[in-house]
T-cell receptor
Framework: AQSVTQLDSQVPVFEEAPVELRCNYS??????LFWYVQYPNQGLQLLLK??????LVKGINGFEAEFNKSQTSFHLRKPSVHISDTAEYFC???????????FGTGTRLTIIP | GAVVSQHPSWVICKSGTSVKIECRSL??????MFWYRQFPKQSLMLMAT?????????EQGVEKDKFLINHASLTLSTLTVTSAHPEDSSFYIC?????????FGPGTRLTVT
């Protein structure tokens, strides 16, 4: 069964500090990987995606993620966070030939002024 | 581009009544739409996959007679919660698929009293 693990349920970070949100997945086949952000009482917005090619993926709002096949990871990073980055972040995976998305449990990022 | 809308954004109904939620892809056609349910501070749970012109595919444990899904056109899918009860109160989110990506609606907050 496919699964996505986000080890950190909550991550507090000081403003302008760097942050890394961790995501690991289980798979024996090719995967597509996504990070979404959800602000309170809103739907999900795509931050970035990995489909193929370069393992370092850049997204919106200064975020980037690196696909590591050997470690089955897709960690999200930002070098300097802002108050506006406070939100819930979800990692998701879909498997080649399967259109469904499987979501991790989410990480709440809180920016401390 | 790739905007998905949901209507209503929030609804309060009495126990035993039915509620219909609409999901529209505004600037693209989507042969496949998805319906998710999200409980407070939790991840998204896929309820069903909706394909235009055919019956929806429900995930295990989701009552298809309670959560009726209709995908009448390439831009519209509806979810009807029949005979709603307080335990059906939740945040319902739809998404529409184009290519390898899913674009999410803003969600509908359902409260059953």
């Amino acid at each position: 069964a496919q699964s996505v693990t986000q080890l950190d349920s909550q991550v507090p970070v000081f403003e302008e500090a760097p942050v890394e949100l961790r995501c690991n997945y289980s798979s024996s086949v090719s995967v597509y990987l996504f990070w979404y952000v959800q602000y309170p009482n809103q739907g999900l917005q795509l931050l970035l995606k990995y489909l193929s090619g370069s393992t370092l993926v850049k997204g919106i709002n200064g975020f980037e993620a690196e696909f590591n096949k050997s470690q089955t990871s897709f960690h999200l990073r930002k070098p300097s966070v802002h108050i506006s980055d406070t939100a819930e972040y979800f990692c998701a995976v879909s498997y080649f030939g399967n259109e469904k998305l499987t979501f991790g449990t989410g990480t709440r990022l809180t920016i401390i002024p | 581009g790739a905007v998905v809308s949901q209507h209503p954004s929030w609804v309060i109904c009495k126990s035993g009544t039915s509620v219909k939620i609409e999901c529209r892809s505004l600037d693209f056609q989507a042969t496949t739409m998805f319906w998710y349910r999200q409980f407070p501070k939790q991840s998204l749970m896929l309820m069903a996959t909706s394909n235009e012109g055919s019956k929806a595919t429900y995930e295990q444990g989701v009552e298809k007679d309670k959560f009726l899904i209709n995908h009448a056109s390439l831009t519209l899918s509806t979810l009807t919660v029949t005979s709603a009860h307080p335990e059906d109160s939740s945040f319902y989110i739809c998404s529409a698929r184009t290519g390898y990506e899913q674009y999410f609606g803003p969600g509908t907050r359902l409260t059953v009293t």
